[in-house]
């Protein structure tokens, strides 16, 4: 099944730019359909509809993210034509949680494309990519600020244990790798009692061009992805997210948030 309809968080910062020019291109490619969405939160440090609260103070609050919204929605035409999409780009903005609207919205799309989160983002409009590939079950690419090397996979690395969401990544990138791609399989160390061959096999039989490398585990597979990719520069890392649970990854740090945190390319998110 093609990819033809894809979702982009829109929020003004310069990974979300990155984000939109990167949907544009993987549209333009394969003549599919971007939504733009800007998802925002009302102000919620005081309860705007309590009594004690003075009307003009509810009025500041209410201007207050009116203007940001007026702000991200001028940003995204300023954009437009440059994106070459025509009629096939839409945009509209949405009220409630970010994260939540993000992931239940990312539910009636072939993968939903959002920047890498900054610690400088407006909390009004910021989001949270790990946390949104955990709740939405679509696949989710990550794409980093000042990233525009457009999205040509000519070149994907997929981090591979043989677990549950690598495979779920897996199944999430072929759609994009079949056309175009070669795949370096990356493993670390002894990850699974399977043949890596029969994974392979999978690949050679979709039609994609892929090698083996094997790492030793000397030193953490966050660690290994990103220096793997800072030397070969792939287009795409492909990566299960949160094998292990978010809870446990949070409290004893884990590869997903760490590699986002650094990486220099998109990431597919699945999981």
């Known amino acids: 099944m093609p990819v033809m309809n894809l979702l982009v968080a829109f929020n003004g910062s310069d990974a979300s730019i990155a984000a939109l020019r990167y949907a544009a291109s993987l549209a333009n490619r394969r003549g599919a359909h971007v939504t733009a969405v800007l998802a925002h939160a009302a102000h919620e440090v005081i309860d705007r509809r309590s009594r004690w609260i ?16 007026a702000e991200v929605t001028r940003q995204f035409e300023d954009l437009r034509p440059a ?9 509209r903005d949405e009220t ?11 539910r009636y799309y072939d993968m939903l494309i959002v920047g890498a989160r900054a610690e400088t983002d407006d909390a009004h409009v910021t989001h949270h990519p790990d946390r949104i590939a955990l709740q939405s079950g679509r696949p989710v690419i990550v794409v980093p600020a000042g990233y525009d090397a457009g999205a040509q996979h000519s070149h994907a690395a997929l981090a591979w244990d043989g677990g549950r969401a690598a495979a779920r990544a897996l199944s999430d990138s ?13 493993t670390v160390g ?32 966050a660690q290994t992805l990103l220096s793997y990719c800072e030397r070969n520069d792939p287009s795409l890392l492909v990566l299960g997210a949160y094998e ?11 590869v997903t948030g760490e590699v986002l945190d650094k990486i220099r390319i998109p990431v597919l998110l699945s999981h």
């Open 190 to 221: 002894k990850r699974t009692t399977r043949p890596i061959s029969d994974l392979m096999t999978h690949l050679d039989r979709h039609g994609v061009e892929a090698v083996h490398e094997n790492f030793p585990a000397t030193h953490s597979v």
């Open 96 to 106: 409630g949680r970010v994260d939540t609207l993000l992931s239940e919205g990312a």
């Open 244 to 254: 292990h649970s978010k809870f446990r990854e949070d409290f004893l740090g884990g």
């Open 83 to 91: 994106l070459g999409l025509g009629d096939a780009l839409d945009f």
């Open 54 to 69: 003075p009307e003009e103070a509810r009025k500041l609050l209410a201007d207050a993210n009116s203007e940001i919204v």
């Open 174 to 186: 072929l759609r994009l790798l079949e056309a175009e791609g070669r795949v370096s399989v990356l």
